[in-house]
């Protein structure tokens, strides 16, 4: 990394962090969010346009450089929706709703040096989540184009810069102090994948007093870095993921691929775990049915999901329980209250168009 690197990136979190300075708000507790933000970009596609560019319908198409005039359209166009995305992001988001004056979220991640950057902090500092973001110069934000035509969904990705998030951007001042003194640390499986050092650094120095939360992710991520996670578990205090990724993260460690959620939990359980700490708390959602509960003691519990809910959008869903849990849980400690609110947040969350906590 270059010294004009460095002292980029730190301008960039200290301009943050002096808007933050000037907010007056009470922040009785922090959240800090760890992931890969996207800008997420939603807008009506046709026949031409997908033959243009080579999209799928009911497809997903990793982008390349001729996507670049596509994203710039649809990121001009009046017709199109953007929102600030990324699973980890998303929590984020949701988190501070829940947590409204009670305290501060954090997101911290990678972006590049383009407009597509700004416009992501732009809106997380208008939803009150203050962004330490990390910017590259030789990599592009990361935007995730959805196209809806004929009913059927057209997805193109560019993740850019971030997947570029590095151990080295965790010495970084503003994050470094950020990471040290919150009380909640939230991070997604997928930099399992692409940055490991991250997720093995921040649970090596993360204090006993800090809540330190992974969401599985995906299910290539349990199956393909099981040693990787492993490793990790025995500091994670709050492990999300939903009924297919703790299955094949069971399955992985076991090699049962008959296994049922309920098996899944018990293997992930009797993983290794720090003895001067609370027993481990494992959240699995499934969909429209119930939210199961492990915490340690000796009943799995079960958290009823509303089942008259008109859903327009699922996406998200997940990203939403974690944060609201998050967000409940770090100021009640009740396991319960959390799980509620999660599920609550979830409600909400697929009733509008994206993650978005702030639809009405």
Not at 218 to 235: D, F, H, M, Q
Not at 311 to 319: A, E, K, P, Q
Request: with cysteine; aromatic share 6%.
């Amino acid at each position: 990394m270059t010294a004009d690197k460095n002292l980029s990136l730190r301008c960039k979190c200290s301009e943050a962090c002096n808007k933050e300075s000037m907010a007056e708000t009470n922040n009785e507790v922090c959240l800090v969010f760890i992931g890969s933000p996207l800008l997420d970009i939603y807008a009506e596609g046709d026949e031409t346009l997908l033959k243009k560019f080579g999209l799928q319908k009911d497809g997903c198409l990793r982008a390349t450089e001729e996507h670049d005039l596509l994203f710039r359209d649809l990121f001009l166009s009046p017709g199109s929706r953007m929102s600030a995305g990324g699973s980890a992001l998303n929590a984020a988001r949701v988190s501070k709703w829940t947590l409204g004056s009670k305290g501060q979220v954090v997101f911290i991640g990678c972006v590049g040096c383009d407009e597509y950057g700004e416009w992501l902090s732009d809106q997380l500092l208008s939803e009150d989540v203050l962004p330490l973001y990390v910017q590259d110069p030789n990599e592009k934000t990361g935007i995730c184009a959805c196209l809806t035509f004929d009913g059927m969904r057209s997805m193109c990705t560019r993740h850019g810069a971030s997947a570029k998030f590095s151990k080295e951007h965790l010495y970084m001042e503003d994050i470094q102090n950020k990471v040290k003194t919150a009380h909640c640390i939230f991070i997604v499986g997928y930099f399992v994948g692409h940055s490991p050092e991250v997720v093995s650094m921040l649970a090596e120095n993360c204090s006993p007093l800090q809540v330190f939360s992974v969401s599985l992710s995906a299910e290539y991520i349990c199956r393909e870095y099981t040693g990787a996670l492993s490793k990790v578990i025995p500091r994670v205090d709050v492990l999300f993921g939903n009924e297919v990724e703790m299955k094949a993260f069971a399955t992985a460690l076991r090699g049962d691929r008959n296994i049922t959620v309920k098996e899944a939990i018990r293997v992930i359980r009797e993983l290794q775990r720090f003895p001067t700490l609370p027993p481990r708390i494992l959240i699995v959602t499934r969909g429209s049915d119930s939210v199961l509960v492990d915490d340690g003691s000796e009943h799995l519990h079960v958290f009823d999901v509303p089942q008259d809910v008109p859903v327009v959008d699922s996406v998200g869903c997940g990203d939403a329980l974690a944060g609201a849990f998050l967000a409940s849980y770090v100021v009640s400690r009740d396991i319960n209250l959390s799980v509620k609110a999660g599920i609550q947040a979830a409600v909400k969350i697929a009733q509008v168009h994206g993650c978005n906590p702030l639809a009405s």
